[in-house]
């Protein structure tokens, strides 16, 4: 199947620092990509579409101003945290569809101290 | 607002019983998946049901679609320790936007 890579895996950051993580279409092009939170314990919470082009479309209750994303090629979406803060500490995972599927990152852990 | 429920939250059953996770959701859909989650890992694709009464078999899971009772069900024979893992079921909105709308997880526990 087609394969997504994010980065970094992990991030421990300070609060009011920004944090980025990228999301990578490593063998298709993607259009679209999506990212998603999960708390511990917890079920995927769609944040954000990213479109490739032109600006992300985010779910109700997800504040773009504080999760900036762009997606400006065919095969890249970043996501920045900015001022970040603990209650943002979780798991970011993106993901990419191919076909009728969709290809999922191994996920980027942040953690906020 | 398309709703995904689950059941059961979560299972513990011993190895070589049977069971099946129920996955229920609330508006039309026609593409539903099914997902593994190992602790601390990200999502590994178990199946993608396209149409009305597929079903599809890997190894000891089975899962099949419903569409008419918008129903999936994932089906396990004869657990094994490594089948323990959080499995989700994820429903497309089927509005053309490609969002997966996912179920509340269930945490499979296989007991030797």
């Known amino acids: 199947g087609a394969v997504v890579s994010q980065h970094p895996s992990w991030v421990i950051c300070k609060s009011g620092t920004s944090v980025k993580i990228e999301c990578r279409s490593l063998d298709f092009q993607a259009t679209t990509m999506f990212w998603y939170r999960q708390f511990p314990k917890q079920s995927l919470m769609l944040m954000a579409t990213s479109n490739e082009g032109s600006k992300a479309t985010y779910e109700q209750g997800v504040e773009k101003d504080k999760f900036l994303i762009n997606h400006a090629s065919l095969t890249l979406s970043t996501l920045t945290v900015t001022s970040a803060h603990p209650e943002d500490s979780s798991f970011y995972i993106c993901s990419a569809r191919s076909f009728n599927e969709q290809f999922f990152g191994p996920g980027t852990r942040l953690t906020v101290l | 607002e398309l709703k995904v429920e689950q059941n059961p939250l979560f299972l513990s059953m011993q190895e070589g019983k049977n069971y099946t996770i129920y996955c229920n959701y609330s508006?039309?859909?026609?593409?539903l998946y099914w997902y593994r989650q190992d602790p601390g890992k990200s999502l590994e694709s178990l199946f993608v049901?396209?149409?009305?009464?597929a079903v599809k078999q890997e190894g000891r899971l089975m899962a099949s679609l419903d569409t008419k009772a918008r129903l999936s069900t994932l089906h396990i024979t004869a657990a094994v320790h490594d089948l323990s893992a959080t499995y989700f079921c994820?429903?497309?909105?089927?509005?053309?936007?490609?969002?997966?709308?996912f179920g509340t997880g269930t945490r499979l526990t296989i007991i030797p």
């Open positions: 994820a429903v497309d909105s089927s509005l053309g936007n490609e969002k997966l709308t």
């Open positions: 049901l396209l149409s009305n009464g």
């Open positions: 508006t039309t859909s026609d593409r």
